[in-house]
């Protein structure tokens, strides 16, 4: 098969039957090519169908038409010929757009360098959507096996990434004894980075708002809030994008934090009781292993509670699996992220 050129575009009008119809809204253009010859802003006229989002053909199926109406898009186009460029565009307009192109080409390249040679082409494809998001060829199928077993959450970028990262940065900067000057500036400096470079989702933009936030606090030696922090990141978000209240991602990403800061420390007090109704198993297991065992497993189980509801109404099921498998893949996962 031909390959396959997939943009997002803003539709101006579309012409029928001798009829000019004006459009608003944004649409998935899929073009035969790799669309080397195309650049953002450029406007650009060819023929081709539209296929729009239709109404649901079961009960309780979700209605696309509702979220189509909340991202402003309007369905995919699939071009049938060669699309003509009306209006090219200036890169000094668009100045950003090229700068970040260029700038994640760059990061996109030494990555694939640096794992070319040993790593087979689905453990490529695992790190380049861990790390930066980008989609490379058996994605979907990836994607599938993650979703079905509940674990979707480490293939996709998202707050667990910079949060890893962060972590990685705070121990080089304490290994080197930096000032708390220093350190609050690094921070902000890697969330903008990472946020610049990556594919952003709504929990990478809810972890580097509160990165930056932590960031200048630490900078000015002020100490922080996290219930504040992750309160000041949801507004911003939803000031940006109302609609975003809708999203799983959202709902998901908030709902997690929200259970790891207060649903851990009752669950692991839970998962404690056996060691302290009967001290002489410390005898046998040594406390200190298991709580931070349990420390990470009781982490996991308070994610997928309060993330259960909230998959099942939006996907229509979940992964009985998905707090074990959690614990065991976390930190292999953060280890892949670090290095």
């Known amino acids: 098969e031909p390959p396959r050129f997939r943009a997002m575009a803003e539709m101006i009008q579309s012409i029928g039957n001798n009829e000019v119809l004006p459009c608003s809204g944004t649409v998935t253009v899929f073009i035969d090519g790799d669309g080397g010859e195309f650049s953002i802003g450029d406007i650009v006229k060819g023929v081709g169908w539209l296929r729009g989002v239709g109404e649901p053909h079961n009960p309780g199926e979700v209605d696309f038409r509702v979220r ?6 309007g369905g995919n186009i699939s071009v049938a010929g060669n699309l003509e460029v009306v209006e090219k565009a200036t890169e000094a307009n668009h100045f950003y757009s090229v700068f970040r192109k260029r700038v994640c080409a760059w990061v996109d390249k030494n990555l694939l360098d640096s794992i070319a040679n040993i790593a087979p082409a689905k453990i490529q494809t695992l790190i380049v959507a861990m790390t930066t998001g980008r ?12 979703s079905t077993s509940g674990l979707s959450h480490f293939l996709a970028i998202s707050g667990f990434n910079l949060a890893v990262l ?10 080197l004894h930096f000032p708390w000057l220093v350190r609050g500036w690094f921070l902000m400096t890697t969330a903008f980075v990472f946020l610049f470079v990556v594919d952003v989702e709504t929990s990478v933009l809810r972890a580097g708002m509160a990165g930056i936030l932590v960031g200048m606090s630490v900078a000015c030696d002020r100490g922080w809030r996290a219930d504040g922090m992750l309160a000041i990141a949801a507004i911003f978000t ?6 975003a209240a809708w999203n799983p991602g959202f709902q998901l ?12 420390g009752p669950i692991l007090n839970v998962l404690l009781i ?3 109704l009967f001290p002489n198993l410390a005898k046998f297991i040594p406390g200190s292993m298991t709580r931070s065992l349990f420390t990470a497993f009781s982490a996991s189980i308070a994610a997928w509670l309060v993330s259960t509801p909230i998959t099942e109404s939006h996907f229509g099921s979940v992964s009985v699996w998905a707090a074990v498998a959690s614990t065991v893949l976390a930190p292999l996962a953060a280890v892949i992220t670090v290095l």
């Not at 189509?68 to 898009?73: A, E, I, L, Q, V």
């Not at 939803?238 to 609609?243: E, T």
């Open 135 to 146: 989609e490379l060829t058996g994605y979907k199928g990836l994607r599938q096996n993650f």
């Open 166 to 175: 962060f972590g990685a940065v705070w121990v080089c900067m304490e290994f």
């Open 238 to 243: 939803l000031c940006c994008d109302p609609w």
């Open 253 to 264: 990403s908030y709902a997690a934090v929200l259970a790891l800061r207060y649903g851990s």
């Open 68 to 73: 189509s109406y909340r991202t402003d898009h």
């Open 274 to 276: 056996p060691w302290n």
